[in-house]
């Protein structure tokens, strides 16, 4: 019996997408970070992550970049009278103290644009956040499976 639930656990571990390990810089904790897979030659993919600002003052996500993207920028989901559009954040993504901000499909997310290669399941895509207060901090996205809803 203890044997098939070592196998269990092990099969489960497996099984699911690597987690990235929590990331902290100054009062900023980023985790739940996550990317998908992309067919070859897509031209874009989305970047998704948690920020926790454990502080007494608010700092903004001013800036975004991958080496293995042209270009990155911080984008938001929005619907108005009945249609969805996105669009990037000007003056970057205000995190206030003591406040939760998550980017997932659907809301805030950074858009990778001009992708070098295809993002393949199990890798991980390397990211640079720039803070307007803590600073810059490198983090790397597990890539899920194309179509994965989160971790």
Same mark, same amino acid.
């Given at each position: 019996?203890?044997?098939?639930?070592?196998?269990?656990? #092990? &099969?489960?571990?497996? /099984?699911?997408? =690597? #987690? /990235?390990?929590?990331?902290t810089?100054?009062?900023?904790?980023? !985790?739940?970070? &996550? %990317?998908?897979? %992309? $067919?070859?030659?897509a031209?874009?993919?989305?970047?998704?992550?948690?920020? %926790?600002?454990?502080?007494?003052? =608010? +700092?903004?996500?001013?800036?975004? /970049?991958? $080496?293995?993207?042209?270009?990155? !920028?911080i984008?938001?989901?929005? %619907?108005k !009278?009945?249609?969805?559009t996105?669009?990037?954040l000007?003056?970057?993504? $205000? @995190?206030?103290?003591?406040?939760?901000?998550?980017?997932?499909?659907?809301?805030?997310?950074?858009?990778? @644009?001009?992708?070098t290669?295809?993002?393949?399941? *199990? +890798?991980?895509l390397?990211?640079?956040?720039?803070? =307007?207060?803590?600073?810059?901090?490198?983090?790397?996205?597990?890539?899920? /499976? @194309?179509?994965a809803? *989160?971790?």
């Amino acid at each position: 019996m203890r044997l098939k639930l070592v196998a269990a656990g #092990l &099969w489960l571990a497996l /099984a699911s997408p =690597a #987690l /990235a390990a929590p990331v902290t810089v100054g009062s900023l904790a980023i !985790d739940a970070m &996550w %990317t998908r897979a %992309t $067919p070859p030659g897509a031209p874009s993919a989305g970047g998704y992550l948690t920020i %926790t600002n454990t502080g007494s003052e =608010a +700092d903004t996500l001013t800036a975004v /970049a991958s $080496p293995m993207a042209g270009m990155s !920028d911080i984008h938001v989901m929005e %619907t108005k !009278d009945g249609v969805m559009t996105m669009h990037g954040l000007e003056g970057g993504l $205000p @995190i206030p103290a003591g406040g939760t901000v998550t980017l997932a499909p659907g809301g805030f997310h950074i858009m990778f @644009i001009g992708l070098t290669g295809a993002l393949k399941q *199990g +890798d991980t895509l390397p990211v640079t956040l720039t803070f =307007a207060k803590a600073g810059k901090v490198d983090v790397a996205l597990p890539v899920l /499976a @194309i179509g994965a809803r *989160g971790p």
